[in-house]
């Protein structure tokens, strides 16, 4: 499969946090993704961009927090979270780019 230009689209950028890396010993990798993407865009992303082979997907979406900027009440953006699960031999080096 080729990487098609809308697979940058829906995969954002790789989340890299303590509960991540404890996840990616069990082959699984987390990405921050689209809010509107579903499970089989995303999977077909990851197999393409990557080059690997995805056994399931899970999303959470987290909802932004309100906070206050320089005094006024603002809100942070809702964020939607992939985590990937990939198949037995197959790895994906998040440190390294695209």
């Known amino acids: 499969m080729s990487a ?3 697979h940058y ?3 954002r950028k790789p989340i890299i946090t303590e509960k991540t890396t404890m996840a990616s ?3 699984a990798v987390v990405f921050e993704v689209a809010i509107d993407s579903n499970k089989p865009s995303i999977k077909e992303a990851v197999e393409s961009l990557f080059d690997v082979k995805v056994k399931a997907v899970n999303t959470t979406i987290t909802k932004g927090k309100s906070k206050r900027f320089r005094g ?11 985590y990937v699960t990939l198949e ?3 790895t994906i080096d998040v440190t390294t780019g695209l």
């Open 4 to 6: 098609k230009p809308e």
């Open 9 to 11: 689209d829906v995969i």
């Open 25 to 27: 010993e069990n082959g």
């Open 72 to 82: 006024m009440l603002g809100k942070r953006r809702d964020v939607k979270k992939a």
């Open 88 to 90: 037995e031999g197959n």
